[in-house]
């Protein structure tokens, strides 16, 4: 599923308004009705919950209003953009299916201008009650205590008040009212975005709406599919609202999610592949990992794992020697090819000759996993990114070791396919931002890094984003939070190598990578009485 930012939005409503003659008001008419469809499949499935039946067709033959609205009562805030218009439009419907509704205008309706204007005296012509917010008494009525008569208490809101217009953190009325809702602990179902939300990096501004439920129009927004962003948005659901799906012409979408659907269509990977029925162990690839030192042994293992389980046909781990014996028939599949190391169980320049020489045999090159630092690293590392001709990951320590000499914009580029894997604080070193910088827009800095460097990059966290040399974006929503344990992202390296070692290109195999890598996850957990027990190898069994 793609999304955009809001600029591309922008651009979208004028190019299906002005250059498709698709009227505006039809937008905004679809918006609101698709807003006040999900607010009433919210509430039905709400009070199918607490046990109010739906009544029966007689009792809504009598009582077309008896559907189990009338006991509701939602506030719709409304801005003075078209977004305050769409919760106009919604605050129609809602009242025309039973329940009571309040409009709470941010500003003086007086401001509305175009096609809210018009949707606010039909609002009016409908008697629909409304009051012009006053931050001095502040207090949203049918919020406050329980000094109202029962009809009067809330039992939902819409957020109406800022969407893709907004400009910085909420002002004035906007973050006041914000705070309200949000302070109400009644559920909010937002209008195309969370107010508040920087709908194109995910950042939360404070105030920002905290919605059970956000209904995108026409299409994602890249805001909602990376945190906090994605955490204040709730349940996301994308409406069509008559806006065609074709993007205008010229318009890349400015990513996708990674869905089967994504993985076929957009990357021509299918997962589903049945295997030749004369494939053979040289069929499904080599893989060659560097990995592994003293105190990070296991690292290694699990990624040499994690391939096998990809489906490649044969690994070769190439480790310190120290390490061997203990090493020895840990995974009986896996070949061993011990580096010189003087008995120290750790890397050195001179190792990289070995690594190379193997990789000659070999289809693909994992390194970092458990590498650790040592002396040497720097020309180990260029040795491996120069001379390794076949595709390479580059993960971990090996990462660390690339930013510390220079990053990337220091090495040369590379011909073959390269794939870097790094978590938030990795990816900070590799960029020279602050970790936070780099998670404020996950999207943008591995877009940026990917193109500027030609390198598909992985930047890992809840909700991946793999970035191509092309400028493409995908953003993984698979996984668990149980994933987080030491191993997970050696497991993903491996699983990455075993791809690439089966003819997949960089960017399909990070793209399944983490997708797979997040199932087996979810099913790892789903295993587990406390998924916090979750340990690395459990996902590998999963894959
Ligand atoms: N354009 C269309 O045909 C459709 C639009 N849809 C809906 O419209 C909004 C986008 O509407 P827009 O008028 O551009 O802006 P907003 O409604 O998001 O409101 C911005 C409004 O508020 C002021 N403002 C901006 N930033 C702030 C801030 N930080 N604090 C306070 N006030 C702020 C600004 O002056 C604007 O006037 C889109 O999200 C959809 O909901 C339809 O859905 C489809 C057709
Ligand atoms: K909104």
Known sequence: MKFVTSEQMREVDR?????????????????????????????????????????????????????????????????????GGDGLVCARHLADAGMAVSLVYAESPDLLRGEAAAQYEIAKALGLPGMVYDPETGGIPGLRGSDEARGRQATGLVDALLGTGTKGAPRGVYASLIREANASGLPIVAADIPSGLDADTGAVHDPCIQARITVSLAFLKAGLTQYPGAGAAGEVVVRYIGIPRALPPGMAAAGAVLTEETLRAELGVDAGRPREADGHKGTYGHVLLAAGSLPMSGAGLLAAKAALRAGCGLATWALPAALLPRMLGAVP???????????????????????????????????????????????????????????????????????????????????????????PGEMARLTGLQTAEV????????????????????????????????????VNVTGHPGMATGGSGDVLTGLIAGLLAQDLDAVQAAALGVYLHGLAGEQAAARRANPASLLAGDIIEAL
């Open 15 to 83: 190019y299906t308004i002005e250059e498709m003659g698709i009227p505006a008001m039809s937008l905004m008419e679809n918006a609101g009705r698709a807003i006040a469809e999900e607010v009433l499949r919210f509430c039905r499935s709400r009070s199918s919950e607490t046990g109010n039946r739906s009544p029966g067709l007689l009792e809504l033959v009598s009582n077309p209003q008896s559907d189990g609205m009338s006991a509701e009562h939602w506030i719709i805030l409304v801005g003075k953009g078209n977004n």
């Open 333 to 423: 599949e896996l070949m061993l090819a011990p580096a010189e190391d003087g008995g120290a169980g750790a890397w050195n320049e001179a190792a990289a000759d070995e690594v190379l020489r193997l990789l000659e045999a070999r289809d693909v090159l994992a390194v970092g996993p458990g590498l650790g630092r040592f002396p040497g690293e720097a020309a180990f590392m260029r040795a491996l990114w120069e001379g390794a001709s076949r595709p390479l990951i580059v993960d971990a320590d090996a990462l660390n070791i690339l930013a510390a000499a220079g990053g990337l914009a220091a090495w040369p580029r590379r011909d073959a396919p390269t794939v870097l894997t790094p978590h």
């Open 439 to 474: 998670q404020r827009d996950r999207v943008g800095v591995a877009r940026e890094f990917a193109a500027k460097h030609e390198v598909t990059l992985v930047l890992k966290g809840s909700r991946t984003v793999i970035a191509a040399p092309d400028g493409r974006v995908f």
